[in-house]
């Protein structure tokens, strides 16, 4: 098993991506491809690099965020997560992890390793925790304009990878939208709604908002717009929300006391929110296995977005979800 | 001092706009006019009729959650809120606390009272609680299809309630995207970004979901879809993470303990996400004030909906937001 990782991504440069490689490295035995300008790798990696787990493959591009990913990956053939998808395709790798910008990644996905049949627009799945299980949310920033079919797709990935990946029976698929009745919603989510009515996905209709987190259902369907700015509201309420905690715990002696206490809860209770326990989302529709991480990713996000990586390579992904996309070819496009 | 509450919105009926009219008006001193089925409020209220602060008017028709809000705005004169907001117009209230369906209050809030000078399109905004102070999020559902000018709209009155009203200087705003880079985002948000970079506003450019919370910003402006999305995820998250503590704290005897002395501080905490403690969200850009209560609004966030339209007409928010929007109707429409 290897993993070829974006060395260059994410916002803290190569520093976290190497340390998060190391550790995934020596910690979970996957062999980790680091892909980058070499020098600045081996420079980061110091003399940490002790076993033969660790590989530096050197490139000489890479695509800056506030590039436009699709011109970027067209400019630039030598950038570093194009090279990572050519390992992939020719049969170095056998998955890609990268914290740099999700639209190069999606891009240079596309263009190197292709679409798996009867996919027009590959999505990003991400985790959302919740108190019991979790649910997957799906586009969460890859295709920030879309058409109502395109949703519907997205549907059916995220119901593939429910069943195939996640061992989910038949999941519950809702739409996000602003109100439970089919009246609500914006032009794109109403006609939407209309395919999946006329599909055999387990759909539930409209979810709002908060449904993700407490209502009845596996997958959550919006556009990548409007998905992105979902996960990143949770992940900013996480945060803030430990930091209201510590400060009301912290204006009392006895609650002091309290919080002493309950110390192993409170961390327990932190952890369940960390987003860095996750590791990262897969990029679903591609013809090989990838996951992007948070661009403000710790080594310990990156660490667990390469377990991720390896774990879906090791269930056999890819064929479980040709099969299930198979399945729902008659919907499709 | 009279407001004027639509007693037949709300997912639960009239009980609960009852009960919270009926404390306001016993606690604020305010005067409430419920309007809705006469004999159906005179039920609710029972032998709770104590002071003279509470008038019932009747009406005979009813806005549903599930009507498209134009249609039925237009064709039910005699509608609870069309009549709430007749009251208003007619110089017999102060102003509007409704809890229905929020696209019926904006149409019959439009038809009846009229948009101030410059205001294309009136918006809803919402506080959202974080660390320091708080953040105004405007559009969170009146306006679900929007244009760029609509949303550059939405921060001329973002800005102008948040200076003439919650008594900020100058107030930064943000556009909600999903990249701070000006790249980033849908066609629809690059496109007033624009709009926004050629005006007086303090526009500190594009901000994602995470900084509504953390973020150096006062108003986050985004469309009614994307902002209903946002303040239902905050919601939803709120609630869950209660339960996610209550859990982790019950684990143990030492964090059951640890719970107990920390009690004073874990309700200030929830108290703090608590939407009902914020009541109501300020319906801008009508000529007279509106509140928007959540549609499962609890009595005591109906109260406290009441109590901020009562604020609001105190304050002249109305007279001051059209000074602030003539100092910039060279940027408008």
């Known amino acids: 098993m290897n993993i070829a990782v974006d060395a260059m991504g994410g916002d803290h440069g190569p520093d976290v991506i190497v340390q998060g490689a190391l550790d995934a490295a020596s910690e979970l035995g996957v062999h980790v491809t680091l892909v980058g300008l070499e020098d600045l790798i081996?420079?980061?990696?110091?003399?940490?690099?002790?076993?033969?787990?660790?590989?530096?493959?050197?490139?000489?591009?890479?695509?800056?965020?506030?590039?436009?990913?699709?011109?970027?990956?067209?400019?630039?053939?030598?950038?570093?997560?194009?090279?990572?998808?050519?390992?992939?395709?020719?049969?170095?790798?056998?998955?890609?992890?990268?914290?740099?910008?999700?639209?190069?990644?999606?891009?240079?996905?596309?263009?190197?390793?292709?679409?798996?049949?009867?996919?027009?627009?590959?999505?990003?799945?991400?985790?959302?925790?919740?108190?019991?299980?979790?649910?997957?949310l799906i586009d969460v920033g890859a295709n920030v304009d879309c058409r109502p079919a395109h949703l519907f797709q997205f549907g059916v990935m995220g119901n593939a990878y429910a069943t195939a990946c996640l061992m989910m029976q038949d999941p519950k698929i809702g739409l996000l939208s602003i109100g439970e009745e089919g009246s609500k919603g914006n032009d794109q989510v109403r006609l939407a709604r209309e395919l999946f009515e006329e599909s055999r996905l387990n759909f539930v209709g409209n979810v709002e908002g908060r449904d993700i987190f407490s209502g009845d259902v596996q997958v959550v369907v919006c556009d990548g717009f409007v998905g992105n700015v979902a996960l990143k509201v949770t992940e900013g309420m996480g945060q803030a929300m430990t930091s209201m905690l510590k400060e009301e715990l912290n204006r009392s002696l006895m609650s002091r006391i309290g919080r002493f206490l309950s110390r192993k809860a409170l961390r327990l209770f932190s952890q369940r929110l960390d987003y860095a326990e996750y590791g990262g989302a897969p990029l679903l529709g591609l013809k090989g296995v990838a996951i992007v991480c948070h661009g403000g990713s710790s080594p310990r996000a990156i660490r667990n977005g390469i377990r991720q990586a390896a774990v879906n390579v090791e269930n056999q992904v890819l064929d479980k979800m040709s099969v299930e996309l198979n399945n729902f070819r008659d919907f499709m496009v």
């Open 42 to 136: 081996r420079e980061k990696i110091g003399h940490r690099q002790a076993d033969g787990n660790v590989t530096v493959h050197h490139c000489e591009e890479v695509v800056e965020m506030d590039e436009s990913p699709l011109k970027a990956i067209r400019k630039k053939p030598d950038a570093s997560i194009r090279v990572a998808f050519n390992l992939v395709r020719d049969g170095n790798a056998d998955g890609v992890v990268s914290a740099g910008n999700s639209g190069a990644t999606l891009a240079a996905g596309i263009l190197t390793l292709g679409r798996l049949e009867g996919v027009e627009r590959p999505a990003i799945a991400s985790f959302v925790p919740r108190e019991r299980g979790r649910v997957i």
